[in-house]
């Protein structure tokens, strides 16, 4: 784990958590991704502009970090794109399938103590924890 930073870590998880906490008092709406970026491809979205805002944000905030020097970003993208879109696609149709994403469930969910929220991220957790397994000591992967 040589890139294990807990302190960082917790920044952005507190961080994470008061801005999920602030959207969902402030606008009464749950910082879920999967629903504020679905809904832009929805005929029925009625107001687009907080949604596209939301997900700049969600883009530039780390680049704009990155620049500063405060925090070094170091983003390597070493997969091939048609993998990615991919990758993408299937994990749109999993959060459709699932009603909602790793944020939505994780972060909102869970502080709404949603038992479905509750059994959602577990399975995201595990599923995780095994991908990572067969990636790391089964492909060799990572090594």
């Avoid at 700049?56 to 879109?85: C, E, F, R, Y």
């Avoid at 969910?109 to 991908?131: E, Q």
Wanted: glycine content about 16%.
């Amino acid at each position: 784990m040589e890139n294990f930073t807990p302190f960082s870590a917790l920044a952005g998880g507190l961080l994470i958590g008061l801005s999920s906490a602030l959207f969902l008092l402030l606008n009464g709406r749950r910082a879920g991704i999967s629903s504020i970026a679905g809904s832009l491809f929805s005929f029925r979205c009625v107001d687009p502009g907080w949604r596209l805002c939301f997900l700049a944000g969600l883009v530039l905030g780390p680049l704009l970090i990155g620049k500063t020097g405060w925090l070094p970003v170091d983003v390597q993208v070493n997969d091939s794109l048609p993998l990615m879109a991919a990758a993408g696609l299937l994990v749109g149709y999993g959060t459709s399938l699932g009603s909602g994403c790793t944020s939505g469930h994780g972060i909102c969910g869970l502080a709404r103590l949603s038992k479905r929220s509750l059994a959602a991220t577990l399975t995201f957790m595990l599923s995780a924890g095994i991908t990572v397994y067969i990636a790391r000591h089964l492909l060799g992967a990572g090594s």
